[in-house]
């Protein structure tokens, strides 16, 4: 083999895939799967403080007094030496976690939860170690271990297919293999450890078993043992050629520690991983040739060779014949209709209109999820030997693309703006004991949850077939409608503050944080793709007339209540009295 041209192959795909490829390897370096000391430039080395030498101490004596008195000055000094209000650290979920991490409470807190229950310091001390390792066991076993599999899976797919799913990440989730290939490379780490413990042994087994996780990404379902076997065959004569193919990589290496590991972040790592994909290949071509024991397992060979088309058409004749069914699609007008159903999903049409529309669309959205399947540019699951787990696509169920018309848009809006006042009310039951009919208004509603929901479903509607720029977005909207409904409540009533972030990590002169706006990013998904299309087909089931008659009851009520509320605005004790409020709590501490 020459190294050369498996270099120059191994550019051409990383070039096709870069970025792919490099978020795919800056993640093992994250979860500490592989290239662990590319990101050493971020990494703070941990050093025993004094403070910390004194919590241990009063830990060992089952004494927590001092160590608690400890770490409420630290947080007081934190939160002291915090210039930018910004960066608030008093109050919210946050701040509070925060705290707990950076002041070492949260570790006193579940120590002292422990001793509580068992009575007893050795106890306490010995459940916490074991939970501790069992913890961190589970998470490697799971994450660290099994990533290279799946980073070597991808790279494979990016050898012969120019696109390579996202879904690939879960690929041994959905074919229910996660837990065997966990197995297989713990027990090959295994394997490693004990040689390891000899000379010669530490050296060579690193390259016999160097394949497995090749090995396995082709083939998830191949036992454990055999994997590692099989990799140790296909490495006979090749243990000294894949060292110095790996040496080769040494100028990189010392650019990378030149560099801080930016260039290892940005191209070698992924570049080594593509050159012995190229590498596996070959072994395995000559595995195959020659047919070595146990050789049968190398199976995928879809992996290396694309599927005919006809058997892509075979396989998939079901797309092909939505494909081929005649365009039944309702042709809108150029006018207001199309104006508001293209860019903010308000539908004017009939009813049966719609859902016809909304069928043919259906249609074209499965027909492009798969035709690049059948165009034979990304890897085609249903050919693959272990059947992926089967489930209709959220899309085919309750179809989260869809119109909404003006009665389901009214009826949505009251829907929201009571879940969000039910959220706020209970949300202050359970934190201070009390009911509070939260809100400027006296009804049981949130105005501010009510128009974020509609806006979201209206003003993002582009935005739907991307959950995670959907995501984005909406955490930019609603921080936007907070924001500006803040500001114009102050305006309207003289001054009034009706919520305060002061004190919340990363807020914005108290009107919105990132804690609300995270909550309003995951509300919104919910929202968009579960809730906002179940409501809908539940309105679409009523009586047009009832729908109506029900919307102008509610939208005369809310209007009074409007009106009412402007010149007498629900306001006092738990709503706008924050003295009131730190008050309470005061006491309660007491």
Avoid at 25 to 48: H, K, P, W, Y
Avoid at 178 to 196: D, E, G, P, Q
Avoid at 266 to 272: A, D, E, F, G, Q
Avoid at 447 to 458: A, K
């Amino acid at each position: 083999m020459k190294r050369k041209d498996l270099k120059k192959k191994a550019r051409k795909i990383f070039q096709k895939h870069y970025l792919y490829f490099v978020i795919v390897c800056l993640m093992a370096s994250f979860i500490g799967a592989e290239f662990t000391d590319s990101l050493s430039i971020t990494r703070i080395r941990n050093q025993v403080s004094s403070e910390e030498k004194l919590l241990i101490e009063d830990f060992e004596n089952d004494d927590l007094t001092e160590a608690e008195e400890l770490v409420e000055e630290k947080k007081q000094e934190i939160i002291e030496k915090v210039d930018s209000p910004v960066l608030g650290r008093t109050r919210g979920v946050l701040a509070s976690l925060i705290n707990s991490i950076s002041t070492g409470s949260l570790y006193i807190r579940i120590t002292q939860a422990i001793i509580s229950i068992t009575k007893s310091k050795n106890l306490a001390i010995t459940f916490l170690i074991i939970l501790s390792l069992i913890l961190s066991f589970f998470i490697w076993f799971y994450t660290t271990n099994v990533y290279p599999v799946i980073s070597r899976r991808i790279f494979l797919e990016g050898r012969i297919y120019s696109k390579v799913s996202k879904q690939r990440f879960l690929f041994l989730l959905n074919i229910k293999k996660w837990n065997k290939v966990a197995f297989t490379m713990f027990l090959k780490y295994i394997y490693l450890f004990f040689w390891s413990l000899t000379i010669v042994g530490a050296f060579i087994k690193r390259y016999s078993y160097f394949l497995v996780p090749y090995i396995v990404a082709e083939n998830p379902d191949i036992a454990a043992r055999d994997a590692i076997n099989l990799s140790r065959k296909m490495m006979d004569g090749h243990k000294f050629e894949c060292f110095v193919m790996d040496l080769s990589f040494i100028g990189w290496e010392i650019l990378g520690i030149i560099t801080f590991g930016m260039t290892k972040v940005l191209y070698s790592n992924p570049y080594k991983v593509a050159f012995f994909s190229e590498y596996y290949a070959k072994l395995r071509l000559l595995a195959i040739e020659n047919r070595i024991e146990n050789y049968e397992y190398l199976n995928d060979n879809l992996l290396f060779e694309k599927a005919d088309k006809k058997l892509l058409q075979s396989t998939y004749a079901d797309i092909v014949e939505l494909k081929n069914k005649k365009d039944k699609s309702i042709a809108r007008d150029s006018g207001v209709k199309a104006f508001l159903v293209n860019n903010f999903g308000i539908t004017l049409y009939s009813k049966k209109e719609e859902e016809q529309y909304e069928k043919e669309e259906l249609r074209k959205n499965r027909i492009n999820y798969y035709q690049d399947v059948i165009d034979g540019k990304t890897y085609p699951n249903r050919l693959f030997k272990i059947q992926e787990k089967t489930k209709k696509r959220i899309i085919e169920n309750i179809n989260y693309l869809r119109n909404y018309n003006v009665i389901s848009f009214i009826l949505l809006f009251f829907v929201f703006s009571f879940i969000g006042w039910l959220w706020e009310v209970s949300l202050h039951l359970i934190t201070d004991g009390v009911f509070v009919n939260r809100g400027a208004l006296h009804g049981p509603w949130l105005p501010i949850y009510g128009w974020g929901g509609v806006l979201i479903l209206m003003i993002l509607k582009r935005l739907r077939k991307s959950p995670l720029k959907e995501f984005a977005a909406t955490i930019f909207l609603c921080g936007f409608v907070e924001y500006f409904t803040s500001v114009y409540l102050e305006l309207t009533h003289n001054g009034v503050k009706w919520w305060d972030y002061s004190g919340y990590f990363l807020n914005l002169n108290g009107r919105i944080c990132a804690e609300g706006l995270l909550i309003f990013g995951l509300g919104g998904l919910a929202i968009v793709y579960v809730a906002a299309p179940v409501l809908d087909n539940m309105i679409r089931k009523l009586n047009k007339k009832v729908a109506v008659t029900l919307c102008i009851i509610l939208v005369a009520v809310f209007a009074t209540d409007q009106v009412y509320s402007h010149f007498y605005p629900n306001e006092g004790k738990g709503i706008t009295d924050y003295a009131y409020l730190k008050h309470n709590l005061e006491y309660r501490r007491l």
